[in-house]
């Protein structure tokens, strides 16, 4: 009876992760939705948990799959515990015996051992490593390890099929409702060339979701004709129609600009990549900020590579009472990475002065084009800071219209740094700015985005633009039973820096002020639409657009449905772009062999186990 209670106690902890203690005689209250749910009895002998997993199982099938998983880990985690109080024969013999492979435990542990390999990029020889091996004999000496091509194959195969079934089933129009958003890139190594394909949606409990669809390897050359078939038989290889595409974010290449107007798909150039030509745009309008900047490149490839200099500028920041930081590089793919330099030197200014005088090996900025790093500084912190926004996991596209309403604001600002090279800087950043996006207020997904975010609605755009966007909302509104019957065949390193931190702030609370009453057209008072745009805006740092959207769906049905579609999009292609970021430790030298099937199997399954929390 002992051993029962404890094998009990064990399996069952699992569900009061997702319901607080009784305070109720005989119930439980859901931590996720605060309903009390009863437990069979009053007498804590006669009380159970079913009751308590029917409730999960039936209103969040999601907590419910996750918390069987662990209790099934914790159940085979237990026997042993739960029958060795009472050691017998037979059970000593068992806890001696190998596993067979058809066996539960053993099919768990090939299974964990898969997504390890898998989530840490580890290659597939770790299995035969002498250290892994000497750990599993410790851990469960019951356990037979398999071949490399046991896991490489068979496992890697499973797994990979029970994830695509998985992400199959997420983006179903009744899960991720009809219109679905995607981003995309291209990657080159050595041996290999993928290209990348994520999926944004917001699902029924108005909560952003993001997948990972493919990393499809290519041959040939990369013509935008090439590009285009390869990007369409993606989705249609998941059975995804062009109807459903809302909007492809990708990057600015000649190649896939035009493979994107072939395939005739909605698509918008990366907005974290388009900054990245504007501020190149502006470094290399003045010739005072191109010499500083390559002089403290220089400084920094010294550093970079000595050791030896590096131990000298140590001891002079001991002296100095300077932070012992290692002097930042700047590299050509990440314009901050420029930022970050100039703050690192600007802050070891006076240690660089000391060492190339004491050790030469670089030229020491001058008073004056120290002046000019500082005020470079404090014009690029607040593109920063816009850069960081659009490349969020949570943001949207309806921020990318604030964002740089509120950049043109800063670069015209007269308040801003007034060093004569920085002015025409910030006058050559301010035009790129506009003409890099000049196109951005008519693509529609963007536009009504902003229209339909809460913490922004009209506040970005100018009356006359303002009207004719929400004469657009309307016609997509009145439309949008179509689509549902569509949906229904289918089963429907933050840095501190107050001053211009404050400065962003303020030109955001400039343009976000209240409209006056005279703004919005009488004539359409009663409209949902001027219903919902007469509402406050929420606050821009802490407000939720989804959270809004949830409680004010019903009073906004048909409204609420153009915000699911166009508040799904990201900003930038950056999602697409993070898969590249660890590609290469998938092709590195213990997986040079790997053929293009498996490493995309990999990519895949590297990223979307940890999105879904290994739950599939």
């Keep these: 009876n002992n051993n029962k209670q404890l094998m009990y106690t064990q399996t069952c902890y699992a569900v009061w992760q997702y319901f607080n203690q009784p305070t109720t005689p005989g119930k439980a209250v859901c931590k996720t939705c605060n309903d009390e749910v009863s437990m069979g009895a009053i007498l804590a002998k006669s009380k159970n948990t079913s009751c308590l997993w029917s409730h999960l199982r039936n209103h969040h099938p999601d907590l419910y799959k996750t918390g069987q998983k662990k209790r099934e880990i914790e159940s085979a985690s237990h026997t042993d515990v739960a029958t060795s109080s009472q050691p017998t024969v037979l059970g000593m013999f068992d806890k001696q ?9 053993s099919k768990l542990m090939d299974k964990l051992i898969i997504e390890m390999i898998v989530t840490d990029n580890q290659p597939f020889s770790v299995v035969s490593d002498v250290g892994f091996k000497h750990l599993m004999a410790a851990a469960e000496p019951r356990y037979a390890l398999k071949s490399e091509r046991y896991y490489q194959t068979k496992k890697l195969q499973e797994v990979h099929h029970k994830v695509v079934d998985k992400i199959k089933a997420m983006i179903q129009p009744e899960n991720a ?25 917001i699902d029924n409990e108005w909560t952003r979701k993001q997948v990972v669809l493919n990393t499809r390897a290519m041959q040939g050359s990369h013509t935008g004709e090439y590009l285009k078939d390869t990007f369409l038989s993606m989705p249609e290889e998941w059975k995804i129609i062009k109807d459903r595409v809302t909007l492809v974010l990708r990057d600015s290449g000649a190649n896939i600009v035009k493979g994107m107007r072939l395939a005739e798909l909605p698509d918008l150039s990366c907005t974290a990549h388009t900054l990245q030509l504007v501020v190149h745009d502006g470094l290399s309008s003045q010739r005072a900020v191109t010499d500083v900047t390559a002089m403290l490149k220089k400084c920094a490839t010294h550093f970079h590579h000595s050791i030896l200099a590096k131990q000298h500028l140590q001891n002079i920041q001991r002296e100095l009472g300077l932070p ?51 005020n470079l500084i404090q014009t690029l912190l607040p593109i920063e800071e816009v850069t960081l926004q659009v490349s969020h996991s949570n943001s949207s596209t309806s921020c990318i219209i604030p964002c740089l309403t509120v950049l043109k604001m800063l670069l015209q600002d007269n308040e801003g740094p007034s060093t004569k090279g920085i002015v025409t800087l910030r006058q050559a950043m301010r035009e790129s700015l506009e003409k890099r996006f000049s196109k951005l207020e008519d693509t529609k997904p963007v536009v009504l985005a902003c229209l339909l975010d809460p913490r922004y609605k009209s506040h970005a755009f100018s009356f006359e633009q303002a009207a004719a966007e929400e004469a657009s909302v309307k016609e997509q509104a009145a439309a ?137």
């Design 97 to 105: 015996r190998m596993w067979t492979n058809s066996e539960n435990r």
């Design 324 to 374: 012992e930081h290692n002097i930042t590089q700047a590299v050509p793919m990440r314009w901050n990475s420029t930022l970050q330099m100039l703050q690192r030197m600007l802050e070891q200014r006076r240690a660089l002065y000391l060492y190339s005088g004491e050790h030469g090996g670089f030229s020491s900025p001058t008073a004056q084009q120290w002046d000019l790093v500082s």
């Design 177 to 201: 409702g009809y219109s679905l958003s995607f981003t995309t890139d291209c990657w080159s190594g050595v041996t290999e060339s993928l290209m990348s394909l994520t999926c944004h949606f």
């Design 480 to 616: 949008c039973g179509t689509h549902e019957d569509d949906g229904n065949a289918h089963k429907r390193q933050r840095r501190e820096h107050t001053f211009f931190r404050s400065r962003v702030d303020e030109m955001f609370i400039s343009l976000l002020a209240p409209h006056t009453d005279d703004q919005l057209p009488s004539s359409c008072v009663e409209d949902k639409l001027q219903l919902y745009l007469k509402e406050p805006v929420i606050d821009r740092r802490n407000g939720d657009p989804l959270q809004w959207w949830r409680q004010n769906e019903a009073h906004f049905k048909q409204l609420s449905k153009q915000a699911r579609k166009f508040l799904g999009a990201p900003p930038s292609s950056v999602p697409s772009e993070r898969i590249f970021s660890e590609v290469s430790a998938i092709f590195e030298c213990k997986r040079s062999r790997l053929t293009g099937d498996h490493a995309e199997q990999l990519c895949f399954l590297h990223h979307n186990l940890v999105l879904l929390n290994w739950d599939y």
